[in-house]
């Protein structure tokens, strides 16, 4: 019997909707054929939008999303992805695939795709190759409704209103992709262009996102911090409001990542292991965060997370598609209750990528589209969005096969949102035992439960030939008692319970 003990009284951080964030990048066949097809496509379209996609992704409740990348970003020149497309340049992709990118899906094209979406935007400007007055006039060219050589430039493209962008990222992997830089080279350089990135609106601040580490470079964030913070006061006038983290989950080296449907068991103890430690790569890096910021106001921003496997034989592994089971639903689940736990320096996170690329939560082939298990998890978690966390704790044990790469049998996250609803999401990690769970819930009484799972085998996936085998069903068996709640998870599933 596992004990969940909730504290309702005990009201933490906001969860911000953004944790349940996304992320588009010119790689493969997610920006093309995945969410944009052209205004002549055959296939259902909403201004090149596929409607499809955008239906999936609205009902899923996308909170916002990053574009043009990811590595492609600080390769990427704003200026040849507007005006008419037949006049737009072409260019090779040299980061992914070597295929010709026509620059058909520019900042116009994603702007109209968040508007379909009802989300925020998350640009990420260039750093590595492009120049300060590049960073400065893409911004003015979204954001300024006065009289500027950007503005009238927008309004010939045919948009006479600015747009809004809420969140600006200056650089991306700028240790590796984006300019192989040291972090105090960086840090002055973001210094430099951060101060560019106007707020032309005075109600709507763009926040900014400053390059941050890569996994467990704890060296990076300490000088970048420590660079960016001498002789300035950063929260006076906007210096940096964000920090990013990126860390992908694979269970073997870096070379051969292993397969994303064919593995066995110590594979999926090895992965759940591996994607634990986004937990103590929060941890380690919010406490040198801390040194430098002792009230939270800068967000720590996981822009890029997920499982990354060998691209699926007979793909063109340059484009990074892979299939997504069970494990990946996992998976996706464990990281949504760590950031909601740590949502008070977590601000926004990003899993890569949205359609056809890593851990996607939809997968297109032609005309057909189809859910993964991941899709279904982030519909089931929607629920957080914006909700305030709870005190919780789960007694746990630890399971597995290998002891170096043992898990906790069970992860969970409680919040509450706005309406005082209270929504439990738990994860059981064990491939084969269900286990009974008493929870007390201090603070609030309970009058009625209701649940939903996603259930399978290890290997269970959605495929364009089946795609209902993995799919969220109603999850009944849940007793109310006199201190709470209790209820069996199954092995291998994701719950999420509501309580009023």
């Not at 259902?44 to 590595?71: F, H, Q, T």
């Not at 009238?152 to 984006?178: A, Q, Y």
């Not at 992965?271 to 967000?299: C, F, V, W």
Request: hydrophobic fraction near 35%; proline fraction near 4%; include cysteine.
């Amino acid at each position: 019997m596992a004990r969940l003990f909730i504290d309702a009284q005990q009201k933490k951080s906001k969860i911000h909707k953004e944790i349940y964030g996304h992320f588009s990048e010119h790689l493969g066949r997610c920006i093309y054929e995945g969410l944009y097809v052209g205004e002549d496509s055959q296939i259902p379209n909403r201004n090149g939008m596929r409607s499809d996609v955008v239906e999936a992704l609205k009902d899923m409740k996308i909170p916002v999303l990053r574009w043009p990348g990811g590595c492609f970003a600080d390769e990427y020149h704003w200026q040849d992805g507007i005006g008419p497309k037949e006049n737009r340049k072409k260019m090779i992709n040299t980061h992914w695939g070597g295929v010709v990118e026509d620059n058909s899906f520019g900042t116009h094209e994603f702007m109209e795709l968040c508007r379909q979406l009802g989300c925020e935007a998350y640009v990420n400007g260039n750093v590595g190759s492009g120049s300060v007055r590049e960073m400065s006039e893409w911004v003015e060219y979204l954001t300024f409704d006065g009289v500027s050589p950007m503005a009238e430039l927008r309004k010939k493209n045919g948009r006479e209103e600015s747009w809004d962008v809420e969140f600006f990222g200056v650089g991306n992997e700028n240790w590796g992709c984006g300019g192989n830089m040291t972090p105090e080279y960086y840090a002055n350089e973001y210094r430099r262009y951060q101060t560019y990135v106007r707020d032309y609106k005075q109600d709507k601040k763009i926040y900014k996102i400053a390059c941050g580490p890569n996994v467990d470079d704890y060296e990076w964030t300490q000088e970048v911090l420590k660079t960016c913070f001498r002789h300035s006061q950063p929260f006076q006038h906007g210096f940096m409001d964000g920090l990013s983290l990126h860390y992908y989950t694979h269970p073997e080296g870096w070379e051969d990542k292993g397969s994303a449907t064919d593995f066995d068991e110590k594979a999926w103890y090895k992965t759940l292991s591996k994607t634990l430690y986004m937990e103590t790569l929060i941890k380690r890096h919010s406490a040198i965060m801390d040194q430098y910021d002792p009230d939270e106001k800068i967000g720590l921003i996981v822009d890029e997370w997920g499982t990354w496997f060998n691209a699926m034989p007979g793909t063109n592994p340059g484009f990074l598609y892979q299939q997504n089971t069970m494990r990946d639903a996992l998976v996706a689940g464990i990281n949504l209750n760590i950031f909601n736990k740590y949502s008070k320096r977590v601000r926004m996170a990003n899993i890569a990528q949205l359609v056809n690329v890593l851990q996607s939560v939809i997968l297109t082939e032609g005309p057909r589209m189809v859910k993964t298990p991941t899709y279904h998890v982030f519909h089931m978690y929607q629920c957080h969005q914006d909700a305030v966390l709870l005190e919780s704790h789960i007694d746990t044990d630890q399971i597995g096969l290998e002891e170096e790469f043992l898990v906790p049998n069970l992860t969970e996250s409680v919040s509450e949102d706005k309406n005082g609803k209270m929504h439990l999401t738990i994860t059981n990690l064990s491939i084969e035992e269900a286990y009974p769970i008493d929870t007390t819930i201090a603070g609030r009484s309970v009058e009625k439960a209701v649940g939903k799972i996603l259930v399978n085998e290890m290997h269970a996936m959605n495929t364009f030939d089946e795609p209902e085998t993995v799919k969220v069903q109603n999850f009944d068996d849940i007793q109310i008692t006199g201190q709470g709640i209790s209820f069996v998870i199954p092995p291998c599933s994701v719950v999420h319970i509501e309580v009023e």
